[in-house]
Each structure stands twice: as C-alpha cells, then as structure tokens.
C-alpha cells in the first residue's frame, strides 16, 4: 500500500513488511502480529543523533516484534510468512509483553491526558489569582 492504508488492509492481513516506518509499531502493538523489516539503512533527520547514548526504541525492539530481513534476502519472506502461522502465538504473547513494557496508559490514556491538562489548567488558574 502507498499513501494512507485501509484499515481492512491492516487487520486482514497476516504480518506487514516495512523497512523503518513508524506505523510498523503501530501495527505490531495494535493486533499483535509481526512485521517483517528490510534492513534498508536509516533515515537519519537529524545529525546530532549519536550525542545520545540510547538505543532508539526502532532499533531495540525490531527483532522482538518480527524479522528482520536483509535487502540481499529477500527471496525468504515467502517463508518467513508461511512460518508465521506456526510461531504466531509466541510472537503474539512477546508483542503483548512488550507492548505492555513500553507503551503506557493503554486504554486509559484519554482520561489520564485530560486530568493532566485539568491539573495544569488549576495550576495555571492558582497562578494568576
């Protein structure tokens, strides 16, 4: 798909194959299946990135969600989504683990977020009294 995909598109389908898009996450965490990764190099937006010392989540969590494939490899992805089917469970249960790990308020992050927005507009109200 290009552009904006259907939702059909995402929740009829058996894995997704992305190279280092976001909505890979997304699906990954949304109905617990796995993606498939083309080790394509990096986008790097911005140069200052290396001061940090922390792996990005992008590339610490990759391998834990599904596979990733080299560009020179990928005569193998018919076989990695045969698998699938056979492994799914175990990769569903380490999606949901962790998805649970590193996304917060799951559920409860509309309530959460509007009595954060209420405490800082209180916090601001106490201020100009």
């Known amino acids: 798909e290009e552009g904006i995909i259907p939702y ?3 929740s009829n389908s058996k894995c997704m194959i992305s ?3 976001g909505i890979s ?25 290396g001061d940090i010392s922390l792996e990005p989540i992008e ?23 045969k698998d699938l089917e056979n492994n799914n469970q175990s990769f569903h249960e380490q999606i949901k683990e962790i998805r649970s790990e590193i996304v917060y308020n799951i559920e409860g992050s509309a309530k959460i977020g509007a009595q954060y927005i209420q405490q800082l ?4 109200n106490e201020k100009n009294k």
Not at 59 to 81: A, D, M, Q
Not at 121 to 124: G, L, T
């Open 8 to 10: 059909e598109a995402f």
């Open 19 to 21: 190279d280092w898009s």
């Open 25 to 49: 996450f997304e699906y990954a965490f949304t109905f617990e299946r796995q993606v498939i990764f083309i080790d394509v190099p990096k986008k790097e937006l911005n140069p200052n990135s």
């Open 59 to 81: 590339i610490s969590v990759r391998k834990k969600i599904g596979h990733v494939i080299s560009v020179k490899n990928l005569e193998e992805i018919p076989s990695i989504i």
């Open 121 to 124: 507009n209180n916090n601001e």
